[in-house]
């Protein structure tokens, strides 16, 4: 589109290319970007409305501050605001120590945004106290993927790699509702004739359109991918050839499955013997196969194992690297959760995907910033930690929170909430006043997606640069003004430049020689249009779409398979919860809906929070489709409307997470790896609600 700005729709990692066109009322015109090749102009419904974002009666302009506890926030000067966070800050830190004040960053921050918060945190805060709302998405992934292939990123080939694959296994994955422009490329895949597979105990879109789906109990997954390795093992289907040549560890997997019979895996699983073999025999002889696995496999306590499952399968079967169309990936949700923990926000991690507890890795970060090693904190604790110790030794008394709601967001959300309300003082900026921002002691407004310069990186590892379309309202700044702002507070302005392309060049250089290696992308070159995807380790490189062609990023070159068993460690249902509660997204509504929500359109399609209960599960009870039902937990409950459809398990309730309270059900159990916590199965009781009983509606959720 002639004169209209191109950039990347604010929401899911797909980061679908989007143009926006000036018009007179100040609100662009949204349109996709056909020739950006993810999306190639198609748009989901969350991003065809996402400009009405812009100009929203909502919207933050002012700074707001509470003069005590108990009094309401009211509208003050940024010089007020700033100098209230700045002297909290110094004088907890006096009293309590440095630990004391805390950064927890959204899943949704630019590059630069992310990799300056870590900074903030580490170089003016000098805490250990920081992490980010990742770590509840992806983290178990980039575990199993780091352990095996000594790298994490999303997806190590283009999404368009999909339409190349004869067989596609999607484990708790649904990109037909969640992010349908990526359905192009399966849709491509199955018109030439590729076969796809589902796992998930729902029927959702998705798996409507794949050619067998495998209904499989919730949280366990680990033992199915390891019931299909015995099936592989014992029909001879593994690939010796490329098991000696790439991989190391294969023999003390072959052991540790040797008891995942396939009657055995039916009955764990309730998928049928005939349907674990005819998928194993797929996946094993087609020229081309993948495997994806996101938030249905991943978001348990036994995450990382689960992951680590299914890439010994896809080890096993010689995809990882093979050719065009084959391999194993996550597909991973927040807009740039993937960047997040690149460039430092993780509690463990520096830029460049370096390591805190590493000393060569402290020694070159240090260098970039200009201070010494020991300066540098130590590796903190992981998010849902980080709020349980609120108040405690060594735990926050501030929290300084960015574009992050962890009311909703976090699991067993009440104790959350809970957490924050005992701050000193809880900082959070953002552009709209979050459930999380309304228990704020300082608001600060922030621009948002079109009114900023910036990169992002999306699943593929590709990154991209975000784009001012309009000028930002009069009054918010963005967080690289705000951090350097408060730097200056504290001593420390000059490492916190406001400019992002100052902070990206940076960026860059802290990267450098690292696994998530920036340094040849420059700015120059992402705007003169050039597809490019980390590592690129010089200007001259042109970016690696493919990872593992050759070999993988470990000093032998090879991938590790990591022995995993299925251990059962679900909280499993019993007389008082007596079905498996799991949890995931709408079609309609995106993370913890504090956008979403707000958008006429969305919240007209999806108002209030649901759950799917099947026909036989409800019959009972005496429930009917609409009615409001109470679904309990051993952590809370809610009151939901019940959608009745036979496309659950009937001993399975579904309930999407995008509204107030439904976290409050979630368990907070903590996988041991990578600390990411249980969202997707715990038990659950269902009972019908007194007819004069309503479910709350969007505004009775704000307050
Ligand atoms: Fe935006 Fe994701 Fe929808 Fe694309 S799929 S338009 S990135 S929300």
Known sequence: MAGATRTHCPYCSLQCGIHLASRDNGIPELTGWEDFPVNRGGLCMKGVNAAELIGHPERLTVPLARDRPGLPLRPVSWDDALDRVASAIKRTQQRYGRNAVGCFGGGGLTNEKAYQLGKFARVALRTANVDYNGRFCMSSAAEAANQAFGIDRGLPFPLSDLAAADVVLLVGSNPADTMPPAEQWLEAGRERGACHIVVDPRQTSTAKLAHRHLRSLPGTDLALANGLL????????????????????????????????????????????????????????????????????????????????????????????????SGWGTVTGQGNGQGGREHGLKADQLPGYRKLADPTDRAQVAAVWGI?????????????????RIGTEGGMRVLLLGASNPVVSAPNATRVAERLAALDLLVVTDFFLSESARLADVVLPTTQFAEEEGTLTNLEG????????????????????????????????????????????????????????YSGISWDRLDAGEELFWP????????????????????????????????????RPDDRYPYLLTTGRSRTHYQSGAQTRRNTALAAAEPNAYAEIHPELAAPLGIASGDAIRLTTRRGSVVVTARLTDAIRSDTVFVPFHWPRVNNLTSARLDLTSRMPEFKSCAVSVTAVNSRVRVPDFKENHG
Do not use: K
């Open 230 to 325: 015995y099936i592989a093992i014992r029909e001879g289907l593994v690939d010796q050839d490329y098991i000696a040549r790439r991989t190391t560890g294969f023999e003390a997997v072959r052991r540790a499955v040797r008891a995942d019979w396939p009657d055995r895996t039916e009955r764990t699983t309730g998928v049928s013997v005939a349907d674990l073999t005819a998928t194993l025999r797929a996946l094993a002889s087609a020229r081309s196969a993948m495997i994806l696995t996101a938030r249905g496999a991943e978001q348990h306590a036994d995450g990382t194992a689960t992951v680590t499952a299914w890439i010994n399968l896809a080890l096993a079967l010689g995809l990882p690297g093979r050719n065009r169309g």
């Open 372 to 388: 010494r090693p020991g300066e540098l904190p130590e590796p903190g604790v992981s998010a849902y930690e980080m709020f349980e």
């Open 462 to 517: 590709r990154v991209l640069r975000r784009r001012r379309a309009v000028p930002a309202p009069p009054g918010v700044r963005t967080e690289l003004e705000i951090w350097h702002a408060l730097a200056e507070r504290l001593g420390r302005g000059e490492h916190f430049p406001a400019d992002p392309r100052v902070v990206y060049d940076e960026l860059r250089r802290a990267s450098a020689g690292g696994i998530a290696d």
């Open 536 to 571: 690129c380790p010089d200007e001259t490189h042109p970016g690696t779409p493919r990872l593992f062609t050759e070999s993988f990023p470990a000093p032998d070159g090879r991938a590790r398979f990591v022995a995993v068993s299925y251990r059962g460690t679900t909280e």
